[in-house]
């Protein structure tokens, strides 16, 4: 199927037009009465380049009665259309504004896609019993001290929206899409202004999504099914920079943003059928990420914990294969800008607990030599560096790379985690170095480093007499392995151990174990 062309800069004012009946946009600055809320909607939007329209208006105390409201944005990569039907705001008297949404409404989507031709789909969205509500935003509400700032609070037991048309270069796609939340509920608060201060918290017992297609490359179709429960997300975003249409104009526009997204329990189905079969389900008991971005500073988090997937297919040389893990992490945290100083680093990602059925065993270890243990991978470095140039100047980076300058320089790391548990034999580490970035000679090409790194493996003796035993390894080179590693280790405590301790020093001398290598 041709692929519409990605349109990022679009992504804030998708927001206005598909959720402008369900959550408002996030850059809305409202107040308390009935027309202020209405102008201040309207304003938002035509920030982001919506056109909102009504065809008639009716006022009445405390109360404001839209008529046919229509959104269009329109832009190179995408128009969108949306009948949002009619609109009431009402003053509730305490100090509130609430919103009488209509409970459906359609959303047309077009633009170019790949092949030179265009896309046309149409959405319809559903939200019946939808609770949306306006206050003046309290000391705790972020944006609060911004004039202008709204809290928003919002709850809906159902919202759905569902692919209803969806043609592409002239021809109607056979298929379906369909999305949903269920047990919605959450808060907006929002500042006003080129700086706002935009803060939110959305909660779903459930979030799902379905899709069954025609393979448009030939005969079958393409399904998927998600099931997601506990949602749970929370964000605080700061700046006008999001309606940029790249990061690096996005951040220097002031945008920043933190948040994280957490789930329970969620299952999978994706298959294929055809020409050639494929099936691929899975499940998960929890997880979530979390990103802090701004000018200064990236800190990504992400996890998955007791993961299980099962693939099979036509093209396989199994029936089935199923992989699994218990836990999941991955850690990415620097600076993004040059500084005086070197600022914190963080690089963590581990693989624990994994598994694989006996079947991909039996393929190179039918004799069950090897033990089958969940095994672990797992690496954790910490430290501080600078960067020298400035990463999102494309102009500075090449003309680094023309000098062959390094463009950042670390001053410390450490290796706060190694660990390879697998196939009976555990090799770990632990360590820490400086790097003098005045000599660029004891190791050339490098800053010197100077610090120690320990290393333990266990089991490593009888993990080689067993790959011996299965023939990967010849009984000749494993002799003079065990003559190398004698060179680097000594025995540890416990039968099978042996220990390293691998030195740097200031001379730039490597040493292992006290014996000089370097």
């Known amino acids: 199927m041709p692929r519409p062309r990605p349109a990022p800069a679009l992504s804030r004012r998708w927001g206005l037009i598909c959720g402008g009946g369900l959550l408002l946009s996030p850059g809305t600055a409202l107040a308390l009465t009935a027309d202020e809320a209405w102008n201040g909607w309207r304003d938002a939007a035509a920030r982001s380049g919506v056109i909102i329209d009504v065809?008639?208006?009716?006022?009445?105390?405390?109360?404001?009665?839209?008529?046919?409201?229509?959104?269009?944005?329109?832009s190179e990569e995408l128009t969108v259309r949306s009948a949002l039907g009619d609109i009431t705001l009402v003053e509730t008297g305490d100090g509130t504004v609430r919103f009488e949404l209509p409970p459906d409404y359609i959303v047309?989507?077009?633009?170019?896609?790949?092949?030179?031709?265009?896309?046309?789909?149409?959405?319809?969205?559903?939200?019946?019993?939808?609770?949306?509500e306006a206050r003046d935003a309290e000391p705790t509400d972020a944006g609060a001290s911004q004039p202008g700032s709204v809290a928003y609070t919002y709850a809906a037991p159902q919202v759905d929206m569902a692919l209803t048309r969806l043609v592409v270069d002239g021809a109607p796609m056979d298929g379906s899409l369909s999305t949903g939340l269920r047990?919605?509920?959450?808060?907006?608060?929002?500042?006003?202004?080129?700086?706002?201060?935009v803060s939110s918290t959305l909660n779903a017992g459930q979030a799902l999504l379905d899709m069954d297609f025609a393979n448009p490359d030939g005969p079958g179709?393409?399904?998927?099914?998600?099931?997601?429960?506990?949602?749970?997300?929370?964000?605080?975003?700061?700046?006008?920079?999001a309606a940029e249409a790249?990061?690096?104009?996005m951040l220097a526009a002031g945008f920043a943003t933190?948040?994280?997204?957490?789930?329970?329990?969620?299952?999978?189905?994706?298959?294929?059928?055809g020409a050639e079969q494929f099936d691929m389900s899975g499940s998960a008991r929890a997880g979530g990420l979390s990103l802090a971005l701004n000018r200064e500073t990236l800190d990504y988090r992400a996890q998955q914990s007791d993961l299980a997937v099962t693939f099979s297919g036509s093209q396989m040389p199994l029936p089935e294969v199923s992989v699994g893990f218990a836990e999941l992490d991955t850690t990415v945290a620097m600076p993004l800008t040059p500084t005086e100083t070197p600022q914190p680093v963080q690089l963590t990602t581990a693989l624990r607990g994994l598994t694989v059925s006996d079947g991909v065993w039996n393929l190179f270890d039918p004799g069950e030599v090897l033990p089958r243990e969940p095994a672990t991978v797992a690496l954790s470095l910490s430290g501080a560096a600078r960067w020298l140039v400035d990463m999102f100047d494309s102009a500075a980076v090449a003309d680094a790379g023309e000098a062959s300058e390094m463009p950042a320089e670390i001053e410390r790391l450490s290796i706060d985690e190694l660990l390879v548990d697998a196939i009976g034999a555990t090799l770990s580490g632990a360590g820490a170095f400086t790097f003098d970035s005045d000599d660029m000679e004891s190791f050339p090409g490098m800053p010197a480093p100077e610090g120690t790194l320990n290393l333990s493996l266990i089991g490593g003796n009888a993990l080689l007499d067993n790959l011996t035993l299965m023939g990967f390894v010849p009984a000749d080179q494993a002799m003079g392995i065990r003559l190398m590693t004698g060179m680097f280790t000594r025995p540890g405590d416990g039968p099978d151990?042996?220990?390293?301790?691998?030195?740097?020093?200031e001379q730039g001398h490597v040493l292992a174990n006290g014996q000089r290598i370097k």
């Open 55 to 74: 065809e008639n208006e009716r006022r009445s105390s405390g109360r404001l009665a839209l008529y046919g409201v229509n959104y269009l944005l329109t």
């Open 108 to 132: 047309l989507v077009g633009g170019p896609v790949e092949s030179g031709g265009r896309f046309d789909a149409m959405l319809e969205v559903t939200a019946p019993d939808m609770m949306l």
């Open 183 to 197: 047990g919605l509920s959450g808060t907006h608060s929002i500042g006003a202004g080129a700086e706002a201060v």
């Open 221 to 241: 179709r393409i399904r998927m099914a998600l099931s997601v429960a506990d949602v749970a997300s929370t964000s605080l975003t700061t700046g006008e920079g």
């Open 246 to 249: 790249d990061l690096s104009s």
């Open 258 to 273: 933190e948040g994280s997204v957490l789930h329970g329990p969620a299952t999978f189905e994706i298959g294929m059928t």
């Open 497 to 505: 151990a042996l220990v390293s301790e691998i030195t740097i020093n």
